[in-house]
């Protein structure tokens, strides 16, 4: 399901940093997040002796949130900005245990959220003005299925 968002927040407590914001406008920026369904992790039992299945217990399993992510920086930065622009982004992805929270306006949305599965769609690129160069970053974040805070 897409989602409409202004800002974009990774919570960065285990690395003992503030939080990472995502902004149209900033050295980072995002497009096509997108939030899956709800699924159910089921435990059933069959017998030969009764038609079909019978449910014993059920919980409902991660989600994933999706999104492409960008890296920005102007053509004038030494090239070591942009990529510890990107290794700072990839780092905050790659935590055990964190928050990515959604903003749009004043609704915020927040889950808890395992490591990332990430995947760099380009290397270096550079904007049509030429005065900009972008990496693209596709994720696929793991997340509770409840937000634990905001209701989605």
């Not at 149209?24 to 369904?37: C, E, I, K, L």
């Not at 159910?40 to 059920?58: D, E, F, I, N």
């Amino acid at each position: 399901m897409p989602v409409v968002a202004t800002s974009l927040t990774l919570g960065r407590t285990s690395l003992g940093l503030g939080d990472l914001t995502i902004a149209p406008g900033g050295v980072y920026d995002f497009d096509n997040v997108a939030t899956s369904g709800i699924s159910w992790s089921r435990v059933t039992v069959t017998s030969p002796w009764t038609h079909g299945r019978r449910l014993r217990s059920a919980t409902k399993d991660v989600k994933s949130i999706t999104a492409d992510l960008f890296v920005i920086s102007a053509l004038s930065d030494d090239p070591s900005t942009h990529d510890g622009r990107l290794v700072t982004l990839l780092a905050a992805l790659d935590q055990f245990a964190w928050t990515f929270s959604v903003s749009s306006g004043s609704l915020v949305r927040q889950w808890a959220c395992e490591p990332a599965d990430y995947t760099p769609l380009s290397g270096e690129n550079f904007l049509t003005n030429d005065t900009d160069r972008w990496t693209t970053v596709s994720v696929s974040i793991p997340a509770h299925p409840i937000p634990s805070s905001g209701a989605w």
